[in-house]
């Protein structure tokens, strides 16, 4: 299948063992994989223009290194989350119990995310691993699939009640609702890295940091043209002396590629650290989610090695 033509559904195309093994032949030799399999690598963080990245080389390590099979697959499962079909069925099926295997198949289906032809025979053998790696409980005997996410309405570690929620076509107000939540309880410095950060987001800071708890924001960007534009170099100077005026100190540095060793986006103060998506995703209401961080990331590190945008 021509690469331009691969979607999400690849996944219903491979299995784990096969995309174990690509990472490996990328890993040792450089060389070239299934368009499938090369589009998941891609889609899911391991793997960049044939070279793995940072995730993709602990992967590799933690498979074909330490020789740890079984977390090997649990990390490639969380990177695989990002895929449409899995996180249909983790957030759509979130709440609702028990529902049959034909009725997962079908909601797919109306989600445009596998083809309307695809049978049920050939969806089992992915509901099989994501019940082996504890994303989703599938029952063999009742034919059955149960998300394994808390309620929605359920709170999350201690965090903001209902917050973590896929970012989905149905809920567009809501999609930009769950961001805004997000940034009005942050207080102190305010940390917004993101490659491919866009003017955009200064209009959410603006409208909905409280800043009479704010002391500082900073925000890290990657060093393409389409980031450092003069339009967002205009709009974030204008913000910048907004903030001066309420005694708020505003920066924004540059990490450039020749440095930078991360592809995700946070948004964090000191206490509460987010994943969030890229804001072009957010409004165009496309699959994705936001999400508590794991991991803090080393927001220091970044900022200290990169430059002041001029």
Request: net charge negative; hydrophobic share 40%; charged share 25%.
């Amino acid at each position: 299948m021509p690469e331009e033509l691969v979607d999400d559904s690849a996944i219903l195309n491979t299995s784990s063992r096969e995309i174990l093994a690509a990472l490996r032949g990328i890993a040792i030799s450089g060389e070239r994989t299934d368009p499938s399999i090369h589009y998941i690598l891609t889609r899911c963080g391991l793997a960049e223009d044939m070279i793995l990245t940072p995730a993709g080389q602990a992967l590799f390590k933690l498979r074909w290194v330490l020789g740890r099979e079984d977390e090997s697959e649990s990390a490639l499962a969380a990177a695989m989350r990002t895929l449409t079909p899995i996180q249909v069925m983790e957030q759509e099926l979130r709440g609702m119990g028990q529902v049959p295997e034909e009725g997962v198949l079908r909601l797919l289906m109306q989600h445009r995310c596998i083809k309307s032809d695809v049978t049920i025979n050939e969806l089992r053998p992915l509901l099989h691993w994501l019940n082996s790696v504890g994303l989703i409980a599938y029952s063999k005997k009742l034919k059955t699939v149960r998300s394994l996410l808390p309620s929605p309405d359920a709170a999350l570690g201690g965090e903001i009640e209902g917050i973590a929620a896929m970012i989905s076509p149905k809920t567009p107000f809501l999609n930009i609702v769950r961001l805004r939540r997000i940034i009005r309880p942050l207080k102190g410095v305010v940390w917004w890295a993101d490659p491919h950060f866009q003017s955009r987001a200064l209009e959410e800071l603006a409208e909905e940091l409280d800043l009479s708890t704010v002391g500082e924001v900073r925000i890290i960007s990657g060093d393409s043209d389409s980031v450092l534009t003069d339009r967002s170099g205009r709009d974030f100077h204008r913000f910048q002396k907004e903030l001066l005026g309420r005694s708020i100190r505003a920066e924004w540095r540059v990490d450039s590629r020749k440095t930078r060793d991360w592809h995700d986006r946070w948004l964090a103060d000191g206490s509460a650290c987010w994943n969030v998506p890229p804001l072009n995703t957010l409004y165009k209401n496309d699959y994705c989610e936001i999400y508590p961080a794991g991991e803090r990331p080393p927001f220091d590190e970044w900022w200290n090695r990169s430059i002041a945008r001029t």
